[in-house]
């Protein structure tokens, strides 16, 4: 573990100390998510701080496809366990951790910007294929 590490997990612990609502494990994804989303950006928009910056959706967006990938049928659960039921605890994490100093965020950002989008826990059930055999 690297000292940025170290700094991250204390701010998570900090900020639980204060508000319990959500598992340690949900902030390391909801930012390992932020990270692969902004790598999946075509070069162009990486290349660019502005265009690079995710909206509230396209987060959501990424962490539903982590979800998916790394848990399959049991994300809702996963997703359960750590407390996080909605866009809306998605971004309660995010500007937990803007606060705190570990990510950023521009004056126009809101909290807003992760509400109205899919229903959380049925977009990690969708379609999802459970490699079922066929009869």
Not at 26 to 43: C, D, S
Request: hydrophobic share 40%.
């Amino acid at each position: 573990m690297n000292m940025r590490d170290s700094s991250f997990w204390d701010s998570v612990d900090r900020i639980r100390e204060a508000d319990g609502r959500y598992a340690r494990e949900a902030y390391g994804f909801v930012v390992g998510a932020l990270g692969i989303t902004v790598e999946a950006l075509p070069a162009e928009r990486r290349r660019d701080p502005l265009r690079r910056h995710l909206s509230g959706q396209e987060l959501l967006d990424g962490v539903i496809a982590l979800a998916r990938s790394e848990f399959g049928h049991l994300a809702p659960a996963v997703f359960r366990e750590w407390g996080i039921g909605s866009g809306a605890d998605v971004g309660n994490i995010v500007f937990q951790l803007v606060e705190c100093g570990q990510l950023s965020a521009r004056p126009d950002d809101r909290m807003e910007d992760f509400l109205g989008g899919r229903d959380l826990i049925v977009a990690l059930q969708e379609n999802l294929d459970l490699g079922s055999p066929r009869a």
